[in-house]
């Protein structure tokens, strides 16, 4: 049977203007993402990343300095972008700043922070790369941080 161009055309649009409502999450974040919604729970903050519109994936970022991004489109789907090669290097405690910070952005709407104590060390997850402040990331202040990133 023959389908006339203009039905064959509009099925092809229909087809093209469908939103893909399937989010992925590569299987080397699911466990920082569990460890985030815990310790949101943990600290009476909602947090349901897979209800929400966010993949999360590999890819190669430029300028190489970059580590990870999160992407907001006009849908209000999001995108957290990890680099490869950065990510093969960082230890666990590295992998969840890493993390965390870009869940910071695309889940919880935080903009970045820079503020540092008196020994130049930053106060927050959310401190944007710069340099401004020493990252110090460990068992010893790792509470401190997550309460400042929940709002606590």
Not at 127 to 133: E, I, K, L, M, V
């Amino acid at each position: 049977m023959k389908y006339p161009l203009k039905v064959i055309m509009i099925i092809a649009l229909m087809q093209a203007c469908q939103t893909n409502t399937e989010y992925i999450i590569d299987p080397a974040f699911e466990e920082y993402v569990s460890i985030f919604e815990l310790e949101a729970f943990n600290r009476d903050v909602d947090v349901n990343v897979s209800a929400l519109a966010i993949n999360i994936e590999f890819a190669s970022l430029e300028p190489r300095n970059l580590l990870g991004q999160c992407l907001t489109y006009s849908n209000e789907s999001r995108t957290i972008t990890i680099d490869k090669e950065i990510w093969s290097v960082l230890d666990d405690y590295e992998k969840e700043y890493l993390m965390f910070h870009e869940l910071g952005h695309c889940v919880l709407g935080k903009d970045h922070f820079n503020g540092s104590n008196q020994n130049g060390i930053c106060l927050s997850i959310m401190q944007d790369g710069s340099g401004s402040c020493s990252v110090i990331y460990n068992a010893s202040n790792r509470n401190e941080l997550l309460n400042e990133l929940f709002n606590l």
